[in-house]
């Protein structure tokens, strides 16, 4: 049952519903502060990965790594190789706009991005993919009871961190619509439409291409909460 890339041996081993941070040092964290009865899924590559109880919940947590092939690597198997259901993304984005500030919460409704993923795996030959509709809505009622403010928006998935264009964002921005950039949810949106899952991506602002303000390595690590206690209260309803 272990894939070169995970190592848990059964199926059993993880939930329907996983939630997917980019970094497994938060996926550790989100296990240890709000997780009970937990046990380690994965450690392979250090990706960790761990089940456990949230409100009589079994969920997964685990880390996705950096970028398109990274996420499209895990979340694939998690699909396919253990029978996922529902990938829930949960990770930082930085600002196109100056109507966003530090901490805001976003829903991606569906990604923009110049990669090639989703026509290379024979999917599709389209720069925008959307997320689960479905997922979405629950997304946004659940931030509703939980007065939680959520943007739903475009995001702009991007192959690239360190770029030498430096206005290029202010392109994609007013061509695609796109509010932030994160480099893994049109990879997942694409596997899930692959394979008849669900997926949805749900983003705190870390940083602003527009403003320079930024957040510190600890807390993208750890100050996350508000986004997590989201995705953990979405994944009991699912």
Same mark, same amino acid.
């Given at each position: ?91 930082? $984005? ?13 829903? $991606? ?43 739903? @928006? ?23 619509? @796109? ?58 309803? @699912?």
């Amino acid at each position: 049952m272990a894939t070169a890339h995970i190592d848990a041996k059964s199926k059993n081993m993880i939930a329907e519903v996983v939630l997917m941070p980019g970094d497994p040092l938060r996926a550790k964290y989100i296990a240890d502060t709000y997780l009970s009865d937990v046990i380690r899924i994965n450690q392979a590559r250090n990706m960790l990965g761990f089940t456990g109880y949230y409100k009589g919940k079994r969920i997964t947590v685990m880390g996705s790594g950096m970028g398109m092939p990274s996420m499209g690597i895990y979340s694939y198997e998690l699909f396919k190789v253990y029978d996922v259901k529902t990938i829930i993304r949960i990770g930082t $984005a930085g600002a196109y706009s100056k109507d966003l500030n530090l901490f805001d919460v976003l829903l $991606a409704k569906d990604a923009y991005s110049e990669s090639t993923y989703a026509s290379t795996m024979g999917l599709s030959d389209s720069n925008v993919l959307a997320g689960s509709s479905e997922l979405n809505k629950l997304i946004v009622d659940t931030a509703k009871s939980l007065e939680i403010d959520v943007n739903e @928006c475009r995001i702009h998935t991007s192959d690239v961190f360190y770029g030498l264009r430096p206005d290029y964002y202010r392109e994609v921005r007013d061509t695609y619509g @796109c509010l932030a950039v994160e480099m893994e949810t049109f990879a997942l949106y694409a596997n899930a439409m692959a394979l008849n899952k669900r997926a949805a991506t749900i983003l705190t602002v870390s940083n602003s291409l527009e403003t320079n303000e930024e957040m510190s390595s600890l807390e993208r690590q750890n100050s996350l909460n508000e986004m997590m206690l989201l995705a953990l209260e979405v994944a009991i309803k @699912c």
